[in-house]
């Protein structure tokens, strides 16, 4: 299946990754609405790119079955049946399924591949796993 | 759909139909009671007035209320007037939070004749507040068995006869679910309330609060376990209550300030996934967590509550219950429950009984029934444990009750009060799980022996001593019931706090009110009686929040956060008292702290104890412990712990045991802990606002503002 894999080193936090996402998927360009995420580490020593790698450990704990995986591999939530109860946030490995306070369902990277396309570094690209 | 099904669908019957259109829900009040009356099929609804709202808050609180206005102080529990009250609480249907889907159920009890209320899971609550109503009350009686239909989708509510068999909860939820829903799918989308042929021969009936698990593809029960709720229900003629929601989502609850609460909710969240398979494995073993440390430190009930540990009790210990539990399930009763705590043994077939040899799903065993049923009968076997947990469900009987009544029979047995010939040829010495489950199937199908055993133990004494010549004082000192209510299931003989976390409480003697084991005996923090006392006015009044609410108390202290390292009042965990303050104010848009909380708590708290008062119950005598709850009480068991006891009476009581016989060290022991008991009760009441005979003081009330003038009315008889 294809990820957003990353390269630190190379990311320069200027933010274009966040700024398509939200802006694609939300309509807006706020930060915190992008369900790829970069900042930097709290020591100061590097930076940190949060996105899903499609594990999957979400799955399990949906009550309400809205979270599968496709053919394809992506982890996908079904925001219909979604409760908003983020039990998928609390679980997560890597802290990349997102809510954000005007939400009442919680978002994530399905892997579209816009991001990668507008890093100007290769910091992130997709990556077959 | 399945032949059952399909002849229910066709004998509907509507006897009573009401429209609605379903109000909307505003920081999580619907604003209005939906009442219904089985004696006259009258269906109405009611306005929430500003008033219950700001005094009772909702559940227990609103139970409470409605309650006392409907009977008087001569109703009995089976008089047309009394009323099932079932109210969510204001924060119960948001999905953020763990342990927010709880519904509370009041009635006048079977067992107690005073006031009963039960705290209890499912998916029934939240779906029945979204479809417009804070509170159900369901008055007066049928004349046939009837189920009431909410269906909160297209505003009706309707009382129907349906041809269906009640005697098995587990069925009857299934049956009726599929007759609700349109698809496999939208079972999901109901909730049944139902009890069994338990709760109609016995006074120790349940409700049991469906919720769909669509992993299962099954309808699941948790209970409203407490005091003979079912039976009221089934006295009144209720099959079932079924309710139907289907619009179900994160904003239902309509709160004042969603983000706070999921932000308080996620932290939560995290913290279970980060510290529960380190801590207490809510999410592995649930509640049978408990198994194992309580037998460690003498607190598991064994052998009628003699006991508080046993060489075989690894039989049922918390890994082999959990080896029996279908792992890696979000076993939540309410739906964002990151706890998940009510854990199912899939595909388990019962040995005997109607569902002999059928694969059935059992909800549990939990912790009280595995002590109740198992180690106080003195049954280790976890074969028995889950089935006789199976069929107490289904039958619709309460298993700490049963389990505690069944304990107390065996003791009689083996004392020679009863016999063979007595019990039907029942051989119920400890450790016979087959004559045990022989009487659990007699008490779920009204016959033998178990038609007897469901009267419940404060009458089983009566009838023992009348029938059967039985000492009614050794059965006194060894029934283990207050005010009627059967004991569940922790050891409390070395912790006096918890003696009084029993007795003092207002419907009898369950752990929900205070469970102050460990804080007092095995951490001492509760060194002197004014400790004690704060901890019996603080733990009750907090844990009575939870049902104004609609709250579990679990994911209070069954995850600790890592703030509680530095915390100077851990036993609190203060930063979990404070979500709930934050999320109380994130629903209501109101700005209470967590003085205020307890004051919210003390009002309803202290009304229930009037209403008590109301009903001829409620002062100091009615607070009284069985000595098996307090001390050893036969010889035998003093000398199963002797040197402890020898010990206390050294450095305690001041006496030397060497030379002294058992029956004088008994005697003694009884003596100091008696005196105990007795001045704790004083320094408790002193710290409540209560009179020497347990009666709430008059400025007490004024102060609180639950001073109305027929709250007063009572309370002057007792001045």
Redesign the interface.
Known sequence: MNIVGTNVKECTLCGACETTCSTFYFKEDKRHKSAIQVEELADKQGTAIKVCNQCGDCIEVCPVLAIRRTKSGVVLINKKLCVGCFNCVGVCPTGTMFWHEDLTEPFKCIACARCTKECPTEAIFMQEV | MSGVVEKMRASRKVLAEYKYKPAQIERGYAGKTLYVNLSTKNIESKDVTQQMKDIFIGGKGFGLWYLWNAVKPETKWNDPENEIVISPGPIAGI??YPGSGKSLVVTLSPLTNSVMDSNVGGYFGPYFKFSGWDALEIQGKADKDVVLFIDGDNGRVTIEEVDLDPSASHLLSEQLTELMAESEQDR?NVSVVSSGSGAEHTRVGILNFSFYD??RKAARLKQAGRGGIGTVFRDKKVAALVVKFSS????SNNPAD??KI??T??K???E??KFDDAQFRMRQIGTANLMTPMNDYDLLPVHNFKYGSHKDAVGISSEVLRSRFTQ?M?D?CW????LSCCKAVDDFVPKTGPFKGKKVIVDGPEYENAAGLGSNCGIFDPDYVIEANFYCDTYGIDTISTGTIIAFIMECYEKGILNKEITGGLELNFGNAEAAMELIHQMGQGSGFGKIAGQGVRRLKKIFAEEYGGDPVFMQDIGMENKGLEYSQYQAKESLAQQGGYALTNKGPQHDEAWLIFMDMVNNQLPTFEKKAEALHYFPMFRTWFGLQGLCKLPWNDIIPESNATSDSPEKIPEHVQNYVDLFNAVTGKNIDKDEMIRQSERVYNFQRVFNLRLGFGTREHDAAPYRALGPVTEEEYESRQERYDKQLKEDVGINPEGMSTAAKVAAMRKYRQERYETLIDVVYKRRGWTENGVPKLEHLKDLGIDFPEVVEVVKKHL
Request: net charge positive; with cysteine.
């Open positions: 999905t953020q999901k669509l992993r179900l989502s994160g904003k969603p983000a999921a932000r909710g996620v939560i969240t995290r279970i996934n890696k979000p939540g739906v964002g429950c990151a």
